[in-house]
């Protein structure tokens, strides 16, 4: 076996006795059969040997590699756009309270603003449940095995979620607070969720979906006099990650903060016009 | 673990390349993974050889990862730095007022084929 890279067929390839740092930029497509890919020495265990040289050649890339993710969450943004929908991306850890806060949304949007909403979740559509009768359209997306939703999923629901009447649509994504962070979906804002009970310093151990917030709801605040719980400790860890972000303050079972909420809704609903 | 879906995103790519350049086997894989794409540099390595598995072309091929570290932007001065979450002062100006910052890249950079 070879140690430099751990494959088994070492006769069968070369490897570069430098560390693959070229101080000769390839600025062009494709690079053949450079020189410097037939040197064959390679050293193993303390000795020095010659492979047969295969030549290897380098061909520069640069693709992004969640392009197709990308373009299709381009499309659902376009669709939207097309559609003036606001469409709202929620990200938490499990359990920081996304459902109960849509449950307490929808009541009071009904009759006014019309909704929707996608919910991604592991294994049940319970989540969807809770959401119904509430006067938005419900659908769930049975990830499975998948700890976040992509672009491509909420793109093959989106057609029997909306219709030209919706003004709004919330995406609850899965519950999971890193892996949701690294994929756009299509949607207008991307709001991340963060409940008293999860401690203070989150921003701080978890920064990449704060860093990518355009709003944080800092939830279950009526719980906050039973924990340690600091708020101003928790609002400077939100402030140094990412000093741009809105935050809000609220409480989905007491309805305290709630109305800051709501008015930031209405309001990105009428600037869709 | 996303890492698996990415990695299963970027042996896609892989194979569309090998088949382009005619090549039989991609030896090396060279990325770039910035601080904020959301993407774990060693997870995805770890899920590359079960994305990869099946494909011959892929057999044994070595995935060079190179990520950044996240740093902090000191809003009074500009300057970047690294810092222990713990002290909230900018080393330069002593400014309270900076922000975490740095790339969202996920690149497949280049390859070295036979
Ligand atoms: N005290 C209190 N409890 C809340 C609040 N919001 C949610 N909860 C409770 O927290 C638990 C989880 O809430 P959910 O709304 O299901 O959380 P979620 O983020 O949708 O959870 P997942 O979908 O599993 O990630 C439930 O028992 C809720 O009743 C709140 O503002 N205050
Ligand atoms: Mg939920
Ligand atoms: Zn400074």
Redesign the pocket.
């Known amino acids: 076996m070879c140690e430099t890279c751990g494959c088994s067929d070492a006769l069968n390839h070369t490897h570069h006795d430098h560390d693959h740092d070229h101080d000769h930029d390839h600025d062009h497509d494709h690079d053949h059969d450079h020189e410097d890919h037939f040197h064959g020495t390679h050293t193993h265990d303390g000795h020095t040997h010659f492979h047969p040289p295969t030549p290897t050649r380098s061909v520069r890339v640069e693709n992004d590699i969640l392009a197709v993710n990308h373009a299709v969450a381009e499309t659902n943004r376009r669709w939207l756009e097309r559609y003036r929908i606001h469409a709202i991306n929620l990200i938490?850890?499990?359990?920081?309270?996304?459902?109960?806060?849509l449950e307490k949304t929808l009541k009071r949007l009904q009759n006014r603003i019309p909704t929707a909403v996608i919910v991604g979740?592991l294994q049940t559509d319970l989540?969807a449940q809770r959401l119904q009768g509430l006067g938005a359209r419900v659908k769930q997306i049975e990830t499975v095995n998948a700890c976040h939703l992509d672009a491509e999923r909420v793109s093959q629901v989106l057609p029997g979620v909306i219709d030209e009447t919706t003004r709004l649509l919330f995406i609850?994504n899965v519950?999971n607070l890193v892996c949701p962070a690294a994929f756009d979906l299509g949607e207008t804002e991307r709001v991340v969720?963060l409940?008293t009970p999860e401690g203070e310093d989150k921003p701080l151990k978890y920064p990449v979906p704060f860093i990518k917030a355009s709003m944080v709801l800092v939830?279950?605040?009526?719980?906050a006099p039973h924990l340690t719980w600091k708020r101003d400790a928790c609002l400077d860890a939100l402030k140094r990650v990412n000093p741009s972000t809105t935050i809000l303050e609220l409480?989905?079972?007491?309805g305290e903060g709630m109305d800051a909420w709501i008015h930031h809704l209405e309001q990105a609903v009428r600037l869709k016009g | 673990m996303h890492e698996l879906a990415i990695a299963l995103s970027l042996v896609d790519q892989l194979r569309r390349i090998a088949e382009r350049e005619h090549a039989t086997r991609i030896t090396c894989v060279r990325i770039r993974v910035g601080p904020t794409s959301g993407v774990d540099g060693e997870a995805l390595a770890f899920c590359f050889p079960m994305a990869a598995r099946e494909y011959p072309s892929l057999e044994a091929t070595q995935l060079q990862i190179t990520t950044e570290p996240l740093q902090w932007l000191c809003l009074t001065c500009h300057k970047l730095f690294s810092e222990p979450s713990s002290e909230p002062v900018c080393p330069y100006c002593g400014a309270l007022e900076h922000h975490l910052t740095g790339s969202d890249e996920l690149t497949l950079e280049s390859v070295e084929l036979t």
């Open positions: 938490s850890s499990p359990g920081s309270g996304k459902t109960l806060l979740d989540d609850e519950g969720l409940s939830t279950k605040t009526d719980l409480s989905a079972l007491t």
